[in-house]
């Protein structure tokens, strides 16, 4: 019995030790989302490209290329950090996943202004330099439309930008 107290205790020491180090953190700058660029992207072939001409309605993508800038003056956004992880960016000043609203009468059930979040896959995955992919899982009604992407900032302040319209068919 006294081994298995020895053992729990040297296991606490260890993940206590282990599980408060930071230095991962301190290397790393933080940085700050000031922007986002949009684009439509056709994924109906063997590979995605970004697009003007009208596209399937069932491969439409969204892609976002993140603006950021390094924070100036740290001690202004508090304890908080930049990681990327999995591909993965979080910013010291916004939450990860956008707010999407539809423009135009997505489909009878979400007119215009609607917020459609629900109806993306977000995915990390590094294609045409975009930093983040929507990747809808519904497909809209057959006509021209546009999307507004919204990141919320821990500071009340918001990013948005829309698509160009685009044809979707």
Request: hydrophobic share 40%; glycine share 4%; with cysteine.
């Amino acid at each position: 019995m006294k081994t298995l107290y020895i053992y729990l205790f040297l296991s606490f020491i260890f993940f206590l030790s282990s599980s408060t180090t930071c230095e991962y953190f301190d290397d790393n700058p933080s940085l700050l989302l000031i922007g986002v660029e949009l684009v439509n992207i056709n994924n109906e072939g063997k590979e995605m490209l970004i697009s003007d001409d009208p596209i399937k309605k069932e491969a439409y993508v969204i892609g976002i290329k993140y603006i950021a800038s390094e924070a100036v003056d740290k001690d202004s956004i508090g304890n908080s950090f930049y990681v990327k992880h999995s591909n993965f960016i979080y910013f010291a000043n916004a939450y990860p996943e956008p707010r999407i609203y539809c423009n135009n009468d997505f489909d009878e059930d979400y007119p215009a202004g609607s917020d459609i979040s629900h109806l993306f896959w977000f995915s990390t995955k590094d294609i045409l330099n975009q930093n983040l992919l929507l990747i809808l899982k519904k497909a809209p009604q057959k006509g021209i439309h546009s999307f507004k992407v919204v990141f919320d900032c821990h500071n009340n302040k918001v990013i948005e930008n829309n698509t160009a319209e685009i044809e979707l068919y």
